[in-house]
């Protein structure tokens, strides 16, 4: 009896544990489809960029002239294995999961065609595509993936110092667009610091939403 008591227990632990994984994944999805969404139909529609590495993509591109499909490759392995390192085997998976489902969803996006169209105020787009961006990336990282390099780079910055994670976007955002006024107007950046400040202040909300909850369960 005891033995049959301690096998259903294994059991119920493995399908909990099963169940976990399969909501975390699908939190992950849903993040990567919102995160494709805003970025095709909010900022490459209306011009206005990112920082991280896909601003550094840019910015490689334009002063370098080093494709970004070649650069991101590097940057992004090189980053992710660097987070692997911090928070293991299940990280790097979910990450990958992350990564190809938002290429996926945005190759989708392009094919459809805008869904959103281009709005008049600046304001309001960029509004838009922080919290498009915020929601996306928060809902991937808050269950244990990064939808890229830099966000893998901004969990390990977060956790070996004493920055939040939001913190830790911004300044890497501001920093690459910074850079990027080489060949961007003062006014596109603008606009762009706005949008990467929005966005990482709802990335900080969401990951840190409720966590002291959910420590103590």
């Given at each position: 009896m005891y033995i049959?008591?301690?096998?259903q227990k294994e059991k119920d632990g493995i399908f909990v544990e099963k169940r976990t994984h399969a909501k975390h994944i699908i939190l992950i999805l849903l993040g990567s489809l919102i995160l494709s969404f805003g970025i095709y139909n909010l900022n490459y529609q209306n011009n206005i960029t990112e920082g991280g590495?896909?601003?550094?993509?840019l910015l490689l591109k334009n002063l370098f002239n080093i494709e970004p499909s070649i650069a991101n490759l590097i940057i992004?392995?090189?980053l992710l294995i660097m987070a692997y390192k911090f928070f293991g085997k299940q990280f790097l998976?979910?990450?990958i999961i992350a990564t190809f489902s938002f290429s996926t969803?945005?190759?989708?996006f392009e094919s459809i065609g805008p869904l959103i169209p281009v709005l008049n105020s600046k304001f309001i787009v960029t509004i838009l595509s922080g919290l498009f961006v915020g929601v996306g990336v928060g809902i991937i990282i808050r269950n244990g993936a990064a939808a890229g390099g830099d966000d893998a780079l901004a969990m390990v910055i977060s956790k070996i110092t004493s920055l939040n994670i939001g913190n830790v976007y911004l300044i890497g955002d501001v920093a690459v667009l910074m850079l990027s006024l080489t060949y961007l107007s003062a006014y596109d950046i603008f606009w762009s610091l706005i949008a990467v400040n929005i966005s990482g202040r709802t990335i900080d909300f969401i990951y840190n939403f409720n966590k002291s909850k959910l420590v103590k369960i």
């Open positions: 049959i008591l301690v096998n590495v896909l601003g550094l993509l992004d392995t090189a998976i979910y990450s969803f945005y190759e989708v």
